[in-house]
């Protein structure tokens, strides 16, 4: 007979970011053993330190992996894999990864995780809404103009709090094993779409100014981005001014049986904060 392991953790990658702080405490709330392995977490992990994995993944349960440093890095598959297979080595019966909605380079990544030996669900979600309250874009926000090379493309912007609750929901039921879901909001906007919205709803004058390539990179060589990150992020702006993420999906509706949050919404309730607010 086999022994319960009901107080074996589910260990949450990267626990102290955007999605993964969401994770922990929904589970949490639902009295989910969790263990919190980030840089900075209650277990510390670092995917560039291999001394770190083995202590943060022992007796693991489930583990929710998010790859850090960057998908497209050649290093992910590889670290992804083999931290995938020290998991199973260790007892994870079940591995959820985050990895990105239409981006053709999480792709061997994902395929590393699905080869680690355990049960998989991969979510693949759009650009979180969040990119324009908690990193990202919120000090161009805050000085009053965001410059970005996206054009008028469509993105369909998903709520974190979505993410999250897909992530719990593939830690903790069995009926998601080997599935993939595409996550999204339930509207594509163009980025300036996004900005004049945060503008009205903070009452403050926000412009999208919207470059061409050759600036953009200009840009972002003379703010000191690595050459790498620079390729990655033109690349990935023009997918969306090509259009290529601005297809709304289903996930959300699929397995919450809701709409997922709008991005009205999360304006709304954002603004009310203060935190777009004059940088001054």
Sequence with gaps: MRESRSNEPTVVLGGTGKIGRRVVRLLRERGVPVRVASRSGERRFDWTDRTTWEPALRGARSVYLVYLPDLASPDA???????????VSQGAERLVFQSGGGWPEAVPAEEAVRKAGAAWTVLRPAWFAQNFSEDLFLEPLRRGEVRLSAGDGGEPFVDARDVAEMAVAALTEDVHAGRVYELSGPE?????????????????DIRYVSLTPERFESELVRTGVPA???????????????????????????VLGREPRSFAEYVRETAATGVWANAG
């Design 188 to 204: 594509s906007l163009s980025f300036g779409d996004a900005v004049a919205r945060i503008a009205r709803a903070s009452g403050r």
């Design 77 to 87: 598959a590889p670290r992804l894999r083999e931290v995938g297979e020290l998991a």
């Design 228 to 254: 790498e990150f620079v390729a990655l992020e033109l690349g990935r702006f023009a997918a969306v001014r090509s259009g290529a993420y601005a297809e709304v999906s289903d996930g959300v509706r699929r």
